[in-house]
């Protein structure tokens, strides 16, 4: 991890991460309950860290970020198309015993959460730090996230392993993400020396 201090810039679009962070574990939080504020949130302060310990000071190449972020993206829109069609708003709403309708699903992850991605992949393309903390964002949260599809969710509802919402494309983004993770790692290790 790096030492050197931020930029100017990139001090300011931290401070403006930091903040989006809060207000958007403050929504889920109210909407979603504090199994999905601990998931989600949870992955956009892993990536915070990461991205402040790497390439917030020495933005990714995009040959090597752009690829993998796409390929997770495009697999993690699989997965929300999976979970829209089964009701995960439902089921996770009933299991964790908290209010989440379809309309704020829609909202949260089908409206706001791709319009975030598109424009980290814009600002990959560009080296900016917004798209360089959406990345590690990404990344982070298919790698810690989508197991919970596979381990937890499917335990929530009486305690028996079933199908739950999301389960069936679960691991697909999460293969490109360690990928991309990874080569984001050694991007910036090889940036250092």
């Known amino acids: 991890m790096s030492t050197a201090p931020l930029d100017r810039a990139t001090r300011a679009w931290a401070a403006v991460v930091a903040a989006f962070i809060a207000a958007y574990a403050t929504v ?10 601990g998931i989600v949130c949870g992955a956009m302060v892993v990536g915070f860290l990461a991205w402040l310990g ?20 495009a697999l993690f829109l699989l997965h929300v198309l999976e979970e829209h069609e ?3 708003a439902g089921r996770i709403a009933h299991a964790a015993h908290v209010s989440w309708s379809r309309h704020d699903f ?15 992949a ?15 964002f990404i990344f982070a949260g298919m790698i ?17 392993y079933h199908y739950f919402p999301g ?11 360690v990928f991309g993770a990874r080569r984001l790692l050694e991007g910036h290790r090889t940036a250092a020396r």
């Open 167 to 177: 389960m069936w494309t679960a691991l697909l983004p999460m293969v490109p993400a």
């Open 144 to 160: 810690l996230g989508e197991p919970a599809h596979l381990l937890v969710f499917p335990l929530l509802e009486g305690g028996r």
């Open 86 to 88: 089964f009701d995960f």
């Open 106 to 120: 829609l909202l949260v992850i089908v409206l706001v959460g791709p319009a975030l991605w598109i424009v980290g």
């Open 54 to 73: 790497t390439t917030a000071r020495r933005p990714a190449d995009p040959a090597v970020a752009l690829p993998p972020y796409l390929l997770t993206l």
């Open 28 to 37: 889920v939080y109210r909407q979603a309950g504090p199994l999905v504020v």
């Open 122 to 136: 814009v600002g990959l393309r560009r080296r900016h730090p917004l798209g360089n903390y959406l990345a590690w």
